[in-house]
């Protein structure tokens, strides 16, 4: 497909009449409209965005037919370990359960070194053609195996160095934590590798104490947290509070990503709100994934039809300063069986079942600013002059034109380049799809 404006290979070029959001850069002076957006000119040298400027004549640059730019993407929750198995292992009816099994099956007889590395560099290759720039994956820490894709991370993230920065967090059940010396063994690896010290929580009767060891791991090593917390319609799961409140009691001052928190939407709003207010004050970040948690979320084996979104209170949180993002989570796997780890379509399913719209306030922030801060990334997710220049341009004029079409003519401009948007085929991995 033609690219929506075509853009010069090297050298210094002016691209002239596109939009910007005010939630993506801070240049003052230029007339934004009800949603946000304001015309600007964008002028590009040597690979850094030299300046936004007040929009001149479009003859004067390379005319972007009044397309919105917005920065190049961050995926601040994904898991590239389990992703593209849904050809070996579907999950039968579609429950989180299910998943959980198909994926625990898949992992003990399929992953192997080669394997997670090959569907590693598949999805890593998908997210960037579709314009991201940043991606955090977890890697499941499960026994016996539980370390071993490590060193691979580290292979595969200085593979990736300049084209998509690599994060990684542990995924360990929360219940290590009652044996020391395997906590002390993931905490140290995740520390050598420069990871995250994460876990998958759910409410034990210890809950607490399990927390206080993990948060003096990671204050020992200097480590940042990355949690999964209440996945589930169970209102009676607060494992949120019980972060919020260890990172209060533990005086922890790194930063602490918690994904999911879809329980908040069924519990009574005095509680929910008293939550909030508590994860405001610790200064926690929260991702929703609203495809995964639509897709397993409320799904009933006996046919019937949810009745819930399964997603948790943004709006809430954003009308407290809490740092809200949304992000891919699975891709093609038991646990979501679609998915391109395309951050377009995961906010444009974010908008229309979050309601991110009628304003648009702030919230493409969500898929840029916002995750960066929640993942350190200083300065990306946004157009500021002289930052490189990563950034993606689309033919959308508006949010109901951008958010209404795949865009897959968009233009991905890195470091002041286009780049070649090749997908990978889907027929690559068919020998790993083999019985």
């Not at 329980?263 to 609203?290: F, Y």
């Not at 380049?417 to 790993?432: G, Q, T």
Request: charged share 25%; hydrophobic share 45%.
């Amino acid at each position: 497909m033609k690219p929506a404006v075509a853009l010069p290979g090297t050298g210094a070029f002016r691209l002239a009449n596109i939009r910007v959001h005010r939630a993506t850069t801070d240049v003052a002076g230029l007339a934004y409209d009800a949603d946000g957006l304001a015309r600007a000119d964008l002028v590009v040298e040597a690979g850094r965005l030299a300046s936004i400027e007040a929009p001149g004549n479009p003859k004067d640059g390379i005319d972007g037919r009044g397309g919105i730019v917005l920065p190049a993407f961050i995926d601040c929750h994904t898991h590239l370990d389990k992703g593209q198995i849904w050809g070996r292992a579907p999950n039968p009816d579609g429950t989180f359960d299910a998943a959980l099994e198909a994926a625990g099956r898949d992992r003990e007889a399929r992953w192997t070194l080669n394997d997670i590395a090959r569907r590693m560099d598949f999805s890593l290759r998908s997210a960037y053609a579709h314009g991201t720039a940043a991606i955090r994956t977890h890697l499941d820490c499960v026994a016996p195996n539980d370390l071993a894709v490590w060193p691979l991370l580290a292979e595969i993230r200085e593979a990736w160095r300049g084209r998509i920065e690599l994060q990684a967090a542990c995924l360990m059940p929360v219940d290590i934590a009652r044996e020391p010396e395997r906590l002390k063994t993931i905490a140290d690896t995740v520390a050598t590798t420069g990871g995250v010290l994460g876990a998958f929580t759910y409410m034990v009767p210890d809950l607490d104490a399990l927390l206080d060891r993990i948060f003096a791991a990671a204050i020992e090593r200097g480590l940042d947290l990355d949690f999964h917390a209440d996945e589930t319609a169970d209102e009676a799961s607060v494992a949120l509070a019980h972060i919020a409140a260890a990172a209060l009691r533990n005086r922890y001052e790194g930063r602490v990503l918690v994904g999911h928190c879809c329980s908040l939407a069924r519990q009574p709003d005095a509680q929910a709100l008293g939550t909030l207010d508590l994860v405001a004050k610790v200064g926690l970040s929260i991702v929703s994934l609203p495809l995964c948690n639509l897709y397993l979320q409320d799904r009933r084996v006996d046919v019937t039809t949810p009745r819930w979104r399964g997603v948790t209170l943004v709006h809430e949180m954003a009308a407290r300063g809490i740092t809200v993002a949304v992000a891919s989570d699975n891709t093609r796997d038991p646990f979501y069986a679609y998915g391109d780890l395309d951050m377009l379509e995961v906010y444009r399913a974010a908008t229309r079942i979050l309601h991110l719209d009628h304003p648009i306030r702030d919230w493409p922030a969500a898929i840029g600013a916002n995750p960066a801060r929640a993942m350190g990334l200083a300065g990306a997710g946004r157009l500021v002059a002289g930052a490189s220049a990563d950034l993606v341009l689309f033919r959308g004029r508006s949010f109901t034109e951008l958010l209404s079409r795949p865009e897959s003519d968009r233009v991905v401009v890195r470091a002041g380049r286009p780049i070649a948007r090749d997908l990978p085929d889907y027929s690559e991995l068919d020998d790993l799809m083999e019985a």
